[in-house]
Nanobody
Framework: QVQLVESGGGLVQPGGSLRLSCVAS????????MGWYRQCPGKQRELVAS???????NYADSVKGRFTISRDNAKNTVYLQMNSLKPEDTAVYYC??????????WGQGTQVTVSS
């Protein structure tokens, strides 16, 4: 079973930047599209960015132009560069595959807090 380990979160002021990383165990990482999801307290988890195995990307309107997703299949790693962060970006961020609602086991996530 694939294990996902997210890192890179933290406390940042509005307008700041963070880069999240997600390392996946298992050799099948390169087969699926991967995504970054986030969950705010009391809200459902939402997909904010995705990338196909070929590198095509898609973003939620709320992060478009500010976040950039990338992946390194050789390192089984997916990244999320987050710029111009806003307080409403505060959430726990997770990575997982994008596969019609079928997921790997969720990792522990990484907390991002945007506050002055």
């Amino acid at each position: 079973q694939v294990q996902l380990v997210e890192s890179g979160g933290g406390l940042v002021q509005p307008g700041g930047s963070l880069r999240l990383s997600c390392v996946a165990s298992g050799s099948i990482f390169g087969i699926y599209a991967m995504g970054w999801y986030r969950q705010c307290p009391g809200k459902q988890r939402e997909l904010v960015a995705s990338i196909t195995r070929g590198g095509s990307t898609n973003y939620a309107d709320s992060v478009k132009g500010r976040f950039t997703i990338s992946r390194d299949n050789a390192k089984n790693t997916v990244y999320l560069q987050m710029n111009s962060l806003k307080p409403e970006d505060t959430a726990v961020y997770y990575c997982n595959k994008v596969d019609y609602g079928v997921y790997y086991n969720w990792g522990q996530g990484t907390q991002v807090t945007v506050s002055s």
